[in-house]
């Protein structure tokens, strides 16, 4: 399993969503762009619209493993923003990892 790194700065973030490629399937909104770096660069965003704390640590926490779980078919040198929608709240994992590797797939960030 490869290694993908946090995203954790207000400018990488906004590079993306001005710079970045967009993609809506469902809960989720993928935004995407190459990165000069080797490695995968992953951001997610839930937003207080979502639901409360508890809520919102739940979408992030199934984002997070539905990512995990196709990592290792994601292209190589990607910066991804993953952000919730307010559907995301009432979803269960099977739907935020079809949605998520629907996007992935029509933006063209995984290998098929």
């Given at each position: 399993?490869k290694?993908?790194?946090?995203?954790?700065?207000?400018?990488?973030?906004?590079r993306?969503?001005?710079?970045?490629?967009?993609?809506?399937?469902?809960p989720l909104?993928?935004?995407?762009r190459?990165n000069?770096?080797?490695?995968?660069?992953?951001?997610l965003?839930?937003?207080s619209?979502?639901?409360k704390a508890?809520v919102r640590?739940?979408?992030?926490?199934?984002?997070?493993?539905?990512?995990?779980l196709?990592?290792?078919r994601?292209?190589?040198s990607?910066?991804i923003?993953?952000?919730?929608?307010?559907?995301a709240?009432?979803?269960?994992?099977?739907?935020?990892?079809?949605?998520l590797?629907a996007a992935?797939?029509r933006?063209?960030?995984i290998?098929q």
């Amino acid at each position: 399993m490869k290694k993908t790194v946090s995203i954790k700065e207000n400018k990488d973030f906004k590079r993306l969503y001005y710079r970045g490629k967009s993609v809506a399937c469902g809960p989720l909104v993928v935004y995407y762009r190459q990165n000069p770096y080797p490695y995968c660069r992953l951001g997610l965003t839930v937003s207080s619209k979502v639901g409360k704390a508890v809520v919102r640590n739940h979408v992030r926490r199934l984002m997070r493993e539905s990512y995990r779980l196709m990592e290792d078919r994601v292209r190589n040198s990607m910066d991804i923003v993953l952000v919730a929608r307010s559907a995301a709240a009432s979803a269960d994992f099977k739907a935020v990892s079809g949605a998520l590797e629907a996007a992935f797939i029509r933006c063209g960030i995984i290998r098929q």
